[in-house]
């Protein structure tokens, strides 16, 4: 992220809208008390709009100064550096097996790279035992600043703030602009457990955040020389703490950033939320040169909430952004988003936000959600919300995270189209004008797919372009973007992913008769098209001038607009191969999209598209699910998906169900897996019937589960799974995307 004053600053990690009134991300399958229909879709110059890819040297979170030189808190020395040979020492370790193994000491360490990928210079920092950066960023002249962590006996500078320690756990240093000299180093005050962000003011003051060992929020000031703290403020209240993110206005205020579960945080009159609204809310605070508190304030709703980001802009309005699972944000009208949306991808929450502050802190001018991923793999780390900001010359706004299908790109986009085959994730990057308003916005993948692990690093450039780091496999990756202006427009084309419609995901494969979403741009009419069925109820393979065709065989559509289409794929799928899936428009051909053909790619329908994972379920009295509504505990509740494979005996493509029970075909079982445990897969529910749903499209599964007795009141969230049993060998399909009911 960068401030005004021309400071950059990360935090490691090794770790349009479209034509009618839907909602972005509205274009799943509607399913409503056993009526199945479809809703409009989702979200639907001359200087082309381009972009260009540099692979990483690694798989860290770049930063960026304003010249487009790239810095990694990771990398080998060179030759010349302060420090070019490890600091030496034995730590422990383990193998993937968990065996316990002896392993060097891991350094700290900084590298500069330019433009075009070359490595300028790169130096360690550290000592004997296990050192690591946390956060950097670069001054006026170009020197390096770094926080991290240490476990002890810390290489220090003569006349350093705390030049030895045996209890220390944090340390601040910088760098000269060449990386030959280590200009100074210091261990911090112990009360700093651990150190987040670093930032830097025009006169070469650093400032520190993170929390403390009792989790509360720091921040600290150090002496341009890192020869005195200036001060060291702890911030919290009872709950848990931590501050993230600090950027330093031009009168030297440092304006921080973190969450708090606290209920008695102090805030300062005139704050714009007193209290605390949700399990976890943001704070930002402002303090003045010498460390006392301006202005404080909660921001965020009933559920949790956490900034990534902060930045300034020439006015000192500040910017902040972040993740949240709260659907009552204060967001508000003529931004990017101000309503909560729930993507069908992402299992609970609208995920990401952004929002400006006036310069006093606690005045709050707009707010935003952006719709991202929350999407997680067991054993993960990536990122939620929006995790890179930065802000303009003229005051635009810039953000990046990672996303799904039905993004709100624009047709300025170098990417309109999402890239992948078998992923659920892109990245995304955004500009916004200075009131929240979307300008431009692309994914950012490349078509041999793999799910982005972050998105972070990002700086716009005095050509007009942005710089932004991405990362979807071992290495990241550097993406050079230009949005297409004055009329420029993106050409046509189809994703190459298809997805299952009711959770408009792609896991790598669609079954036989699944309900399939294919999302692009220029694929059908501006305003969407709905299916009528014929005479015999039967769907057309032709709707609005478009058809869908698998291996050169239309298909029934369900649903057609230029930037998303529903269709349904054959229940003579041949399994265990590929399929061809291209799209016909206006005499266009679009694709193909290649897919594999698997057993079962089970995805729940959800009641509200965009606005909970409530699934469309109706209880065991015969009435609708709901929180007004709920089953009770060991109740038969009865909820619909696809992806089940076919039922025996089949129904017909482009038909009904068949319009009594017929199981699934033979070996293949449903399976609904209790999620409510923390998210952890905790139990698997009874299954008392999987199979046709009458009076619904064929393809339709109806599934009927018992509610646990011993769940909690309350939301019950589960994952749809399906097994399918030939002879002794038993294969399991697990979608990591499920929904929910209401349980009393």
């Not at 001359?46 to 990771?74: H, K």
């Not at 025009?202 to 005195?228: E, F, H, M």
């Not at 709260?326 to 967001?331: R, V």
């Not at 009435?623 to 619909?640: D, M, Q």
Request: charged letters at 10%; hydrophobic letters at 35%.
């Amino acid at each position: 992220m960068i401030d005004k004053t021309g400071g950059e600053q990360v935090k490691s990690s090794h770790h349009e809208h479209h034509a009618g009134t839907e909602r972005p991300g509205a274009g799943a399958l509607r399913i409503a008390v056993l009526v199945a229909m479809l809703g409009a879709s989702v979200s639907a110059q001359s200087v082309p709009a381009g972009i260009s890819t540099i692979q990483g040297p690694n798989g860290y979170r770049p930063l960026f100064d304003g010249s487009g030189n790239t810095y990694y808190l990771a990398g080998p020395p060179t030759l010349g550096a302060a420090q070019n040979q490890p600091g030496g020492g034995t730590c422990s370790g383990t193998t993937n097996n968990g065996i316990p193994i002896s392993l060097p000491c891991p350094d700290a360490a900084i590298s500069k790279f330019d433009l075009s990928g070359h490595q300028v210079w790169g130096t360690l920092l550290g000592g004997p035992t296990a050192d690591t950066g946390t956060g950097l960023v670069v001054d006026r002249s170009g020197n390096i600043l770094l926080t991290g962590s240490t476990a002890g006996q810390f290489p220090t500078t003569p006349g350093a703030a705390i030049g030895s320690s045996t209890s220390a756990t944090a340390f601040a240093a910088k760098v000269s602009s060449d990386g030959a000299k280590v200009l100074y180093s210091t261990y911090l005050p112990d009360s700093v457990a651990v150190s987040s962000a670093i930032a830097v003011d025009v006169a070469g003051n650093a400032y520190v955040v993170g929390k403390t060992s009792t989790g509360r929020g720091i921040v600290l000031k150090l002496s341009p020389d890192g020869s005195k703290i200036d001060y060291d403020v702890v911030l919290g209240g009872s709950g848990a703490m931590a501050l993230t993110g600090i950027a330093i206005d031009l009168a030297g205020n440092a304006v921080v950033t973190g969450q708090t579960t606290s209920s008695d945080f102090p805030v300062t009159p005139g704050a714009f939320q007193q209290n605390l609204n949700g399990i976890q809310n943001c704070v930002l605070v402002r303090l003045d040169p010498g460390g006392n508190i301006l202005s404080s304030t909660y921001f965020g709703g009933s559920g949790s909430d956490s900034p990534m980001s902060i930045a300034l802009d020439g006015d000192d309005n500040i910017v902040v952004a972040g993740s949240t699972s709260s659907l009552d944000l204060p967001a508000t009208a003529g931004t990017m988003q101000s309503t909560a949306i729930v993507p069908s991808w992402n299992n609970t929450s609208p995920a990401g936000f952004v929002a400006q502050f006036a310069p006093d802190g606690v005045s709050l001018k707009w707010a935003s959600y952006v719709m991202s991923s929350d999407f997680q793999l067991a054993g993960g780390n990536y990122d939620i919300g929006v995790s890179a900001l930065a802000i303009g010359p003229d005051g635009t706004i810039y953000i990046g995270g990672r996303t799904g299908p039905g993004f709100p790109v624009t047709s300025s986009a170098p990417e309109i189209c999402f890239e992948g085959t078998n992923n659920s994730t892109n990245g995304f990057l955004v500009q916004l004008n200075s009131n929240g308003a979307l300008m431009n916005a692309t994914y950012l993948g490349d078509s041999a797919g793999g799910d982005v692990l972050f998105v972070g690093g990002l700086v716009p450039l005095p050509d007009g372009t942005v710089l932004i780091g991405w990362r979807n496999s071992p290495l990241g990756v550097i993406s050079k973007v230009r949005f297409g202006d004055g009329g420029w427009t993106a050409p046509a084309c189809l994703s190459n992913d298809v997805l299952n419609a009711a959770t408009q995901t792609g896991s790598g494969g669609i079954s036989p008769g699944e309900l399939i979403t294919l999302t692009g741009y220029g694929l059908g009419p501006e305003i969407g098209a709905v299916y009528q069925p014929d005479a015999k109820g039967d769907i057309p393979t032709q709707l609005a001038g478009v058809q869908v065709l698998f291996d050169d065989v239309p298909v029934p559509i369900l649903y057609a607009q230029s930037r998303q289409i529903n269709a349904i794929a054959p229940v003579g799928l041949a399994l265990n191969g590929t399929t061809r899936v291209t799209v016909t428009y206006n005499n266009q051909q679009f694709g193909p999209a290649v897919a594999k053909t698997i057993f079962g790619n089970p995805g729940i329908f959800r009641l509200q598209i965009g606005q909970s994972a409530q699934a469309v379920a109706i209880n065991q009295d015969g009435t609708l699910n709901g929180s007004t509504n709920p089953a009770p505990r060991g109740s038969i509740v009865a909820v619909w998906g696809t992806g089940y494979g076919l039922t025996d005996p089949s129904c017909q493509s482009g038909g009904l169900n068949l319009p009594y029970a017929a199981p699934l075909s033979p070996g293949m079982s449903a399976l609904i897996v209790n999620t409510s445990s923390g998210g952890q897969l905790a139990s698997r529910t009874s299954v008392q019937y999987a199979g046709s749903a009458p009076s619904l499209p064929c393809g339709v599964v109806q599934i009927n589960f018992q509610v646990p007795m011993d769940i909690v009141p309350g939301t019950f969230s589960f994952l749809p799974w399906i097994q399918f049993q030939n002879g002794a060998v038993v294969t399991e399909s697990q979608p990591a995307i499920g929904g929910t009911i209401s349980v009393k």
